[in-house]
């Protein structure tokens, strides 16, 4: 009788592990189909991605700027998605990239601050990094398209569903990218003179002097203004917006050809 038992909760255990394997496996599958490319670029011909876009698709700054060759250039990366493709290459390259540099430009200048009086009040370092927001200062001029690319994607209303042939029960949308690069001799050459401009610096140094304990240091090093060099020589990492690679698509989970009956 208890070989019987035995034999009963063993087959039970291989059911139940059998049953757990393809419940993930078919989650997974589930997963992988979500949506898939209708479009891009070269699909026709049969050509890839660039490697820029590879890059990005893996959330990759770095290795846009490489797969450019922009080694000697600051880079400026940019995406956005939408439904319509016209309206998405206009507003990313006019309105969006003003505003996501300005951005970018706030988020280096406040992590400086941060790393630089790591033993300041929260308060006066976040006050000293607005008064210290040089992106409004920085002209753009000497900027350069370098690349752009789009994808046409489909994505089912609802997740569980695979997408119809007729597409009755899916959206469509593009996501846009596209990268700007500027000359680093003359990017560092803007940004050393807005944060060189005698306005920008007296008040610093006023702010500095009378928030020297809030900041965590002497008066001595308040009054040397090495915060404005220190920056000056870390503000040419990639720049995008805090939130432009969350709107990359995974690229991991692109479907090309099933289309459900």
Not at 36 to 59: C, H, N, R, T
Not at 175 to 181: H, I, N
Not at 182 to 203: C, F, S, T
């Amino acid at each position: 009788m208890k070989l019987n038992k035995l034999i009963a909760v063993a087959l039970m255990i291989v059911a139940f592990t059998s049953f757990s394997t393809f419940a993930a496996s078919k989650a997974k599958k589930t997963k992988q189909s979500v949506k898939m490319v209708l479009d891009f670029p070269g699909i026709e011909e049969g050509i890839g991605y660039p490697k820029w876009v590879s890059a990005a698709l893996k959330q990759d700054t770095r290795g846009i700027g490489k797969a450019l060759s922009l080694k000697d250039r600051q880079v400026f990366f940019f995406t956005n998605k939408g439904p319509d493709l016209d309206f998405l290459q206009h507003w990313t390259d006019t309105v969006d990239m003003q505003g996501e540099i300005a951005t970018s430009m706030s988020r280096v200048v406040e992590r400086e601050v941060n790393s630089l009086y790591q033993g300041g009040t929260a308060e006066a370092k976040k006050e000293l990094a607005d008064k210290l927001n040089i992106s409004s200062k920085v002209r753009l001029s000497g900027m350069v398209k370098e690349a752009t690319f789009w994808i046409k994607y489909a994505a089912p209303k609802n997740p569980k569903q695979k997408i119809k042939k007729d597409m009755s029960n899916a959206d469509t949308y593009y996501q846009y990218y596209v990268v700007y690069s500027m000359d680093k001799d003359a990017w560092d050459k803007q940004v050393k003179a807005a944060l060189g401009d005698p306005a920008l610096n007296a008040e610093v140094g006023e702010y500095m002097l009378k928030n020297a304990a809030g900041l965590g240091i002497t008066e001595e090093a308040a009054d040397s203004k090495e915060i404005a060099i220190a920056i000056a020589k870390t503000v040419r990492e990639p720049i995008g917006s805090p939130d432009a690679l969350a709107l990359v698509e995974d690229g991991s989970d692109e479907e090309y050809s099933w289309l459900d009956d």
